[in-house]
């Protein structure tokens, strides 16, 4: 007790009588930590920023009737040689298009503890016509709130409003490429026809714009309702049911348990998207990388800092122990230290990594959707560049303090 | 072994390795006895201050047996002869070495803070008695680096003499002082030996401080010359 309120009075001394190295110290674990946080946060803020420019037109799980299965050697499954087959021009002539029962389907899905949002569409392949105009494209038959749930879509749209589409059951959103096109305006009228001869026109009360060129240019959106009538089809077909979950890398786990219980496709988005899971890894790989990065080269500075506040006491520590100090009292002096340093640096580099990145999060940045820098804020970056520089500083603290405390006096007096 | 001796060394010898393989203490062997006041001289590498830390516990890298108070110190830890230099053992730096942040009652305090058997109190008291003894009675609350060299090395004996330690040593501890406070540490010393039966050893430069000793040991070349 008397030996612990004497080694927190040679510390404080320490501490206090060289102001200027221990704010150096001091800023050293500032600087690594907000460093820290600041790279973190912009890292995870661009990643996350691509996965939703990514996830905005495309679900993390996607549900649909797959095309039968590839028949083309139907010779195959003849096993009896008696008989000789002929078989030519072979089609298939019993096929069901879409999804008919999508009700249980919904049900089932939404009982789901991982999924985060069902949205069901009718996606149909359609030509736009105007006058002369003839576009190729799809129109997409939706439920007005649970897309803009999954998708956000309403963010989207330049022109009209999103939830208009939904008391307008001759509306229809379309994309900014695919206006420009066609030379239609908002409340001009578009006409479409499906493969099978039906044609409709519908009024454009909104313009979208989502800056990926492949939608812009060919996209459409009206109810789903409506996408049912020009099919011809009940009020529980769809084509596609679109899911999202919780965290979009286990897309793959998730969508292989869904497909035991649904007897339709189950795609995860990986699956469909080859180079856009590769991208996904090699930007996490990269932000793992530039984290250790940082976190090395901050807690080498720290550790040198820490090493040669102990080195300029270490004639101190031989006349401590000259007066009969043990080696654990001068750990102990060194650790409070380190401590108060660690403590100090640590919270004043969670506020400056906090201000830096609040600051970066404001510079202007008007590419395609975005408005300002990506950046995040979590509490676990904040949380574990404390505990990291908490831990560097001890270790920088200790290492040469235990080192000090076991060697004879004599020798770091005689230098 | 008779039970007034202090300290006993059998048989030491040390070496210094670089730059090159030096014996500096040849095979000395001698013994203080309680309430001896003993200085060492000898010419300036002759090894009487090597032989000194040997003594005071603070350098272990020899060959041989040191005993003080009965008790066998080769061999034993850092943390255990660090404990035993601050209930048995003072000691004065050729050069003072305070802590230059603490005032110089602090630092006379330290060893017996650490040793933690009075109140902070009492300590206090008895640090500013030495620190009067020694004529610091007006320096006592001034920062150590404020003082002059002569002053910080009395609060340095002050410091090595708060446990009231059965050994007290001293390389050259009045090195820095003029005759006044010479005279005055040699009389502390001698009352300390006389009164309190506490043992000095110490390495001195001073001829006539030697010659009023109780016994001076001469080393040359790290010989034992002469013991008397």
Redesign the interface.
């Known amino acids: ?3 612990g ?2 080694n927190s ?2 510390a404080f ?2 501490l ?2 060289r102001l200027r190295q221990t704010l150096v110290a001091t800023m050293s674990v500032t600087f690594g930590i907000s460093m820290y946080i600041f790279m973190n946060g912009f890292m995870n803020g661009v990643n996350n920023i691509q996965a939703d420019l990514s996830f905005s037109t495309m679900a993390h799980i996607r549900v649909y009737n797959d095309l039968p299965e590839d028949r083309t050697n139907l010779l195959k499954q003849h096993t009896n040689p008696d008989q000789v087959i002929n078989i030519r021009n072979a089609k298939v002539i019993q096929y069901t298009d879409g999804i008919k029962n999508s009700e249980k389907i919904l049900d089932r899905l939404k009982k789901q503890p991982e999924i985060t949002g069902v949205t069901p569409q009718v996606n149909i392949n359609v030509f736009y016509r105007n006058g002369a105009i003839k576009i190729n494209g799809v129109l997409s038959g939706i439920e007005v709130d649970s897309e803009d749930r999954l998708f956000k879509t309403s963010t989207f749209v330049q022109q009209g409003s999103w939830n208009d589409l939904s008391y307008r059951t001759d509306g229809t959103i379309i994309g900014a490429g695919l206006a420009k096109k066609m030379s239609l305006k908002l409340n001009d009228n578009l006409v479409v026809s499906t493969a099978d001869g039906v044609t409709k026109s519908f009024r454009i009360i909104g313009i979208f714009k989502t800056t990926i060129a492949g939608v812009d240019n060919t996209k459409a959106y009206i109810k789903i309702n409506s996408a049912r009538q020009l099919l011809s089809e009940n009020s529980s077909f769809v084509t596609d049911v679109q899911v999202n979950i919780r965290d979009y890398s286990k897309a793959r786990e998730v969508a292989d348990k869904l497909a035991s219980s649904i007897p339709y496709k189950v795609e995860a988005w990986q699956v469909a998207n080859g180079q856009m899971e590769a991208t996904t890894e090699l930007r996490n790989i990269l932000a793992m990388a530039v984290s250790m990065t940082i976190l090395i080269v901050a807690g080498f500075g720290i550790y040198n800092i820490m090493n040669m506040t102990v080195n300029e006491k270490i ?2 520590i031989a ?11 001068i750990v102990q002096i060194f650790l409070l230290q380190s401590l108060v340093i660690g403590i100090i640096g640590g919270t004043a580099g969670i506020v400056f990594g906090f201000l830096i990145s609040t600051a970066v999060n404001h510079i202007p940045f008007q590419v395609a959707t975005l408005q300002t820098l990506p950046m995040t804020f979590y509490l676990k970056d904040y949380t574990l560049s404390f505990i990291f520089g908490m831990l560097t500083t001890f270790i920088a603290g200790y290492l040469p303090a235990k080192k000090a ?7 770091i ?1 005689r230098g | 072994m008779e039970n007034n001796i202090a300290l006993s060394v059998n048989n030491l010898n040390k070496y210094f390795y670089d730059p090159e393989t030096f014996q500096v203490l040849k095979n000395i062997s001698f013994d203080v006895k309680k309430g001896e006041f003993l200085t060492l001289i000898g010419k300036s590498g002759s090894g009487k201050s090597t032989m000194l ?1 040997v003594l ?1 516990t ?4 020899y060959e041989g047996e040191l005993f003080i108070n009965r008790t066998k110190l080769t061999g034993k830890t ?2 255990e002869l ?6 048995y053992i003072g ?1 004065v ?1 050729q050069f003072h ?6 005032s110089a009652i ?1 630092n006379v305090m ?2 017996a ?4 058997l009075k109140s ?1 109190e009492e300590i206090k008291e008895n640090a500013f008695q030495n620190l009067s003894l020694l004529g610091l009675k007006d320096q006592a609350y001034k920062s150590a680096n404020k003082l002059s060299g002569g002053q910080q090395q009395r609060v340095a004996i002050a ?1 090595a003499l708060i446990n009231n330690p059965s050994i007290i040593m001293g390389d050259e501890p009045t090195g820095n002082l003029d005759s006044k406070n010479t005279r005055n540490v040699f009389e502390i010393f001698k009352e300390l030996t006389k009164e309190r039966g506490q043992t000095i050893i110490a390495v001195t430069h001073d001829e006539e401080f030697a010659q009023n000793s109780d016994r001076t040991i001469e080393l040359a070349d790290g010989e034992l010359l002469r013991s008397e």
């Open positions: 007790m008397m030996t309120n004497t009075k040679i001394a320490h206090t009588s004639r101190e006349i401590l122990k000259a007066m009969g100090f043990e080696g654990n009292d405390s076991t060697i004879d006096p004599v020798i007096i | 830390y005071s603070m350098d272990t890298d850092q943390n660090a404990a035993f230099r601050n209930a000691f730096f070495y305070l802590l230059p942040e603490f602090d330290l060893p803070l650490k040793l933690g902070k410091r």
